[in-house]
C-alpha cells in the first residue's frame, strides 16, 4: 500500500471498517479505529516510496498488448498516464501483478463489495487474457 494516494487509502480503510468492502486481513486490522486514526495511517503510507512488486522481467509482446488495452479502456485518464493514481484512484503501477488481475476480475464480475461502478463498466465484457495481460504490464511499470 505504499504509494497509494492518501485519499484512495483512507476512503478504503473507512470501507473495511465500516464493512462495506470485505476482506478477511483487514476486517480485523481496523476495527475500532477512529477516522483520525485512519487519515494518520493513510497519510503514513502515502508517504512512503512504492515499490515494484516484482523484479520479474516483461514479455515484450504482452506489454505492447497491455500498453494498447489500457489505450483502449483509457485507464490512464483516471489513474494518470503513468498509473501512479491520484485522489480516490489507485496506484496500479507496479501492483502485484495476481492482485491486479483479481482486482478486476472482482469489478468486471459485480464481485467486489464496495466497488466502484465505473470500474465495474470500464472492464465490462473484458477478456480475462485481456486483464491477464494488462496486469501483467501495470504490475512491471515503475
Known amino acids: 500500500i505504499a504509494g497509494q494516494p492518501k485519499l484512495f ?3 478504503q480503510l473507512i470501507l473495511f471498517r465500516e464493512g462495506l468492502r ?7 486490522a481496523v476495527q475500532g ?3 483520525k486514526e485512519i487519515v494518520r495511517l493513510a ?3 502515502a508517504r512512503q516510496p512504492a515499490r515494484p512488486a516484482t523484479t520479474e522481467a516483461a514479455d515484450p509482446a504482452q506489454v505492447k498488448r497491455g500498453i494498447a488495452i489500457a489505450r483502449t479502456l483509457h485507464c490512464g485518464s483516471c489513474h494518470l498516464p503513468d498509473f501512479r493514481g491520484r485522489e480516490q484512484m489507485p496506484r496500479l ?12 476480475l472482482a469489478y468486471r464480475d459485480n ?3 464496495g466497488g466502484d461502478t465505473i470500474m465495474a463498466a470500464t472492464l465490462y465484457g473484458v477478456s480475462d487474457e485481456d486483464i491477464k495481460t494488462l496486469a501483467h504490464y501495470l504490475a512491471r511499470l515503475r
Open 9 to 11: 487509502l483512507e476512503n
Open 22 to 28: 470485505v476482506s478477511a486481513p483487514m476486517q480485523p
Open 33 to 35: 479505529l477512529t477516522d
Open 43 to 45: 497519510d503514513h503510507y
Open 93 to 104: 503501477a507496479g501492483q502485484r501483478e495476481e492482485y491486479l488481475v483479481e482486482s478486476m
Open 111 to 113: 464481485r467486489r463489495s
